[in-house]
């Protein structure tokens, strides 16, 4: 039986958008340290004044479609 069938909806949205954002942020800051040649690329490309906020709010909307898709796969789909 999937133990998924029996959470709510919300609950399995919340745990796949927050596993998603934790791991595709550590990535995609991992990443930019090794484009950007140190930890100083990284912080101009992603954390400035001017960068911050977009980054922030692209990885929040995009751990928030992968948790509705995933929820909705899990809950209603697979059998």
Known sequence: MNPYKNQSFLKLTVRFALIFFVVVTILKIIISIFK???VSG???EY???ETWMPFVT???VMALVYGL???GYYKFIKK
């Open 36 to 38: 950007n040649s140190g």
């Open 42 to 44: 990284m912080i101009a």
């Open 47 to 49: 954390f400035s004044a």
């Open 58 to 60: 692209i990885q929040l």
């Open 69 to 71: 898709l995933m929820a």
